[in-house]
Nanobody
């Protein structure tokens, strides 16, 4: 199995910046669209930003101009640069990949869809 692993969360002050990173738990061959979601307890998970393997990006209106999503196709990783953070950005941030292709040790190629990370907590507070 392959998992996504997020890192970079933490406690910051309003106006600060933070970069989240997402990678896979093992070497992978290809990953299609990668996305960042966030969730506050008691609410639904919401899309923050996404990026295709061609570099096309999409952002939620509430982060336009503040957050930047990027990816490294050679490493199959994605980052989320968050600037001008606000208290309402406090949430657990999750990485998602809509399709991941990887090879088993015996050479078989496996495709899995809709992979999620375990989430990383971001707290914005003064």
């Amino acid at each position: 199995q392959v998992r996504l692993v997020e890192s970079g969360g933490g406690l910051v002050r309003p106006g600060d910046s933070l970069t989240l990173s997402c990678g896979a738990s093992r070497d992978i061959l290809k990953v299609d669209t990668m996305a960042w979601y966030r969730q506050v307890p008691g609410t639904e998970r919401e899309l923050v930003a996404s990026i295709t393997n061609d570099g096309l990006t999409k952002y939620a209106e509430f982060v336009q101009g503040r957050f930047t999503v990027s990816r490294d196709n050679a490493k199959n990783t994605a980052n989320l640069l968050m600037t001008s953070l606000k208290p309402e950005d406090t949430a657990v941030y999750y990485c998602n990949a809509d399709r991941v292709v990887y090879a088993l040790d015996d050479g078989r190629v496996i495709t899995v869809v809709n992979r999620w990370g375990q989430g990383t907590q971001v707290n914005v507070s003064s």
